[in-house]
């Protein structure tokens, strides 16, 4: 079993929905949470981050940590055909340029 | 600031034919990794440096090696390549000194793309 699982869609939507990402995870010692979004033949880049349980908002994303459940979300509001990327979800125990163990990736289609 | 570089951005290659990849950092990042992406397997670690003169194995290291020439180049080496090396590559880098470093924010390169035949 992986210690991170991600559907990897694909997942397509109507533009203006709400999409729902989710990952979970097995490692409790995992302790900061982050959403890359990868658009085709592009490395990675961060979108969201959080340390430890909560949410965090950031315009039309809001990250969600449940560490009780070992689940991470990602929902995006109003969703744009700019949106259409794979997501990848990344965890580590610890900050400061260590590891990151990452999910398969969800791939997101957001049609007109 | 260019950021993270990599070459070449594609290569072919046959059967045990060998080569480096390079990648360079601007941003004066401690801790160098690189990654090799395949569909359904994520992105999966093959080697980091945590600083300059320090290299480990991640979690597919076979087939590959690397040197960390100085503080901004990390190199990956494919000694004799073989048809499962194909993939693609990203180099990534991270460093303290920064509340993106402190949080553990990995930057990523473009990439480059692999076909062993």
Request: charged content about 20%.
């Amino acid at each position: 079993q992986k210690e991170v699982e991600q559907d990897p869609g694909p997942l397509s939507v109507p533009e203006g929905a709400i999409v729902s990402l989710n990952c979970t995870y097995s490692n409790s010692a995992f302790q900061y949470f982050m959403w890359y979004r990868q658009y085709s033949r592009k490395g990675p880049e961060l979108l969201m981050y959080t340390y430890s349980s909560g949410n965090k908002e950031d315009g039309r994303f809001t990250a969600q940590v449940d560490k009780s459940s070992k689940y991470i979300s990602l929902f995006i509001r109003d969703s744009q055909p700019s949106d259409s990327a794979t997501y990848l979800c990344a965890m580590s125990s610890t900050g400061g340029g260590n590891k990151l163990t990452f999910g398969t990736g969800t791939q997101l289609k957001v049609e007109l | 600031n260019a950021g993270v570089t990599q070459t070449p951005k594609f290569q072919v290659l046959k059967t045990g034919q060998s080569m480096t990849l390079q990648c360079a950092q601007d941003m004066n990042h401690n801790s160098m990794y690189w990654y090799r992406q395949d569909p359904g397997m994520g992105l999966r670690l093959i080697y980091y440096s945590a600083s300059e003169g320090t290299t480990d194995k991640g979690e597919v290291p076979n087939g590959y090696n690397v040197s960390r020439l100085n503080k901004r180049e990390f190199s990956l080496r494919l000694e004799s390549a073989a048809p499962s090396q194909t993939s693609v590559y990203f180099c990534a880098s991270s460093g303290m000194g920064s509340l993106a470093g402190a949080r553990g924010e990995q930057f990523f390169g473009p990439g480059t793309r692999l076909t062993v035949l």
